[in-house]
Structures are given as structure tokens and as C-alpha cells.
């Protein structure tokens, strides 16, 4: 990323009765009552991670002095997922935790006096920018999926095909999704659909939806969890569509999109994100779900592929909990994908055979 985004929560301490030592001595028998992992330490500095919530995620707390100050910040170690108010708690129950401590230890050397604590203005650094589709080591799909669809699109655009309304006949021939044809074995359209779209407008809704939920879930998940689901997620939309809609092309990432948001509304109505920020992101996701597919109602919009991407998600993101708990390896990753894979090719081909005997 040009930028990580990430969110921190810093306070400044004016040591007054304690000198530096006996502060980091207290610090380190605060963190470690917190449960807090120490990651690693300097001559005035320490590094802690916070044992993280049912988001998995964690938070990174760095202490240091400098001369009579002391310095405590927390921010978090995902470079999208974060909570801002976590971050304000973390510190206030490092606080608390200290003054325990801290009072202890007066007790028997300073009976009367108090750590003075003086509060920095929230540090919060976040700006997305161009960072949000630059590829990173935990943020890496979202961006390479994004890119497949602006290439596709400018070849097809490149081909003479129109960039604002392309027909739905140039459309099929790139591999739109189309019942008569699927159900005589091109399969492969409910695969190829995913990344065709009607011009350049579409592109951008959907690039936009990507994003916010990108931004989230594929640090989250992982990158095989999270593929996973936009690909199964994408080809079950593309099931109902087709069954909804027997003569005319689908195409578009937005079914695949709105399986990722069922997997998103999945792990919050399961809080399994938590926080602050659990209420915030639910209120998005179902504005988002809800006008949507209002709009889908008004235009040639396919809504069958949204709904059959959002439920289809919500069930994968409740196969998914388990694992996400348990912090499961890859191999566990994998045996949940491959379960999930023979699921969706078995609904996949059934509905097929059904349309074939139809």
C-alpha cells in the first residue's frame, strides 16, 4: 500500500513521581495482567499485541518515554480492518490497569501523590486514496479482481464494442450468461459472466461496491476464504439468474458482490464483529443491500443474481464462522472450500438437469 490504513489512539503520561525504569517496569506488569503479548522490547521502548476480538483482529500497543513523558499508543495491525473506539479502549483499560499498579507502588514509595495523566488528541491516520487499489500482502484479491475487469472492458471496448451500451449480442460472444446456451453445456459462462460488463458505468458501481466490501473482508477472511466466496457466490447467482431469465445475457460482478456482502451481514448478525464499529457497519451494509435492489426494480437490472449472490453468501459466511473462530489453518481452509465447491457444482448441475428435462 502507498499508505496504511490504520487508525491509533495515543496518550501522553507526565511521569512525576516515578522515574522512566519503574514506569516501564509497571507498564509491563499492566499489559501482562491484560494478557497482552509482548512482541518485543528496546532500551525505552516496548511492543504489545493485543490478543485480538472475534473480528481476529489485533491491535499493535507501543509504549516508549522520553525523558519525564511517557508515550502509549494503540492502533490496530490490519491494515483495513479496524475499530477506532477499540483503540480508545484499549488505552483507557491500560490506564486503568496501570494506575492499579501504579498506586500499589506509591503506596510504599509516594503515598500522596498521582500519575498525572494528560490526553493527546486522537491520532487517527486514514486515507485511502489510491492505496485502496494498490495490491498489498494481506490485500491483494480486491485489487487484482478489479484489475481483470477494467482489462476485459478496454479489450472489449478495443474491439470496436460500444463503451457506454454495448449490445447484448457482443455481450454473449464474450461469455455473458445465457440459459440456452449453458443448459446445452457451456458451462463456463457461469464463470465468465463475473468479469464481462455493460460499459463503463457498470464497471464503476460495481468497482465501488467492491471496494467497501473488499476493504474488510479480505483481510478478515483470507485470501483463499475470500475468493472462494466471490467465485461460489458469484457462479450461484448466475444459477438463479439464468432460472429467472431464460432468454436474456447476464453479466457483471455485482452477483459476486452481493455474495460478499451476505458473507459481510452473516459475521455481523453472528457477531462475530464486534465493537463500535459492528453498528455502524450493519447500517451501511443493509442500506446498501436494501436500496440496491429497490434500483433493481426500476431499470434492467438482474436482480435474481443479487438476491441468489446474498443468500448464497450469508450461508457461506456461516460455513465460514467456525474456522474464523478458531483462527483454523490452511488446511482447514481448504477442506471447508472443497466441501463448499462440491456443494455449489452439485446445486449447479441439478438445476441444470432440471432445465435440460424441462
Request: net charge positive; glycine share 10%.
Amino acid at each position: 500500500m502507498d499508505k496504511a490504513l490504520t487508525e491509533g489512539y495515543s496518550v501522553k503520561l507526565t511521569l512525576k513521581t516515578i522515574n522512566t525504569q519503574e514506569f516501564m517496569t509497571l507498564a509491563m506488569q499492566a499489559c501482562r495482567q491484560m494478557g497482552w503479548q509482548l512482541v518485543g522490547t528496546a532500551e525505552n521502548a516496548m511492543l504489545f499485541y493485543t490478543n485480538g476480538s472475534a473480528t481476529s483482529q489485533q491491535e499493535e500497543i507501543t509504549i516508549h518515554t522520553e525523558e519525564d513523558r511517557a508515550f502509549i499508543r494503540s492502533r490496530s495491525v490490519s491494515e483495513y480492518l479496524y475499530d477506532p473506539q477499540q483503540n480508545v479502549q484499549n488505552i483507557l483499560a491500560f490506564k486503568s490497569t496501570l494506575s492499579i499498579h501504579h498506586n500499589n507502588f506509591l503506596q510504599k514509595k509516594y503515598p500522596s501523590n498521582r500519575l498525572k495523566v494528560q490526553t493527546a488528541a486522537p491520532d487517527f491516520d486514514f486515507q485511502a486514496g489510491w492505496g485502496a487499489i494498490v495490491p498489498s500482502k494481506h490485500y491483494l484479491i480486491t485489487p487484482l479482481l478489479i484489475y481483470i475487469n477494467v482489462f476485459i472492458l478496454l479489450a472489449m471496448i478495443l474491439t470496436g464494442i460500444s463503451p457506454m451500451d454495448p449490445k447484448a449480442s457482443a455481450l454473449l460472444g464474450w461469455g455473458g450468461n445465457f440459459q440456452p446456451f449453458v443448459v446445452k453445456g457451456e458451462y463456463w459462462r457461469l464463470f465468465s459472466y463475473m468479469f464481462l460488463h455493460g460499459g463503463v458505468l457498470h464497471l464503476a458501481g460495481n468497482i465501488f461496491a467492491l471496494l467497501y466490501a473488499g476493504l474488510y473482508l479480505e483481510p478478515m477472511l483470507g485470501k483463499l476464504r475470500y475468493i472462494s466466496a466471490y467465485v461460489l457466490t458469484g457462479i450461484l447467482a448466475g444459477v438463479v439468474s439464468m432460472l429467472m431469465h431464460d432468454n436474456s445475457v447476464g453479466v457483471g460482478a455485482s452477483g459476486a458482490i452481493f455474495g460478499l456482502y451476505g458473507v459481510f451481514l452473516a459475521l455481523l448478525s453472528a457477531r462475530y464483529i464486534k465493537g463500535a464499529i459492528r453498528s455502524t457497519l450493519l447500517r451501511s451494509l443493509l442500506f446498501f443491500i436494501v436500496y440496491n435492489l429497490l434500483m433493481g426494480l426500476q431499470g434492467n437490472t438482474d436482480n435474481a443474481a443479487h438476491v441468489g449472490g446474498l443468500l448464497s453468501g450469508v450461508v457461506i459466511g456461516y460455513a465460514y464462522l467456525g474456522g474464523l473462530k478458531k483462527r483454523s489453518g490452511f488446511n482447514m481452509q481448504i477442506a471447508t472450500v472443497v466441501i463448499l465447491s462440491i456443494l455449489v457444482l452439485t446445486v449447479t448441475a441439478g438445476v441444470v438437469f432440471l432445465l435440460k428435462a424441462g
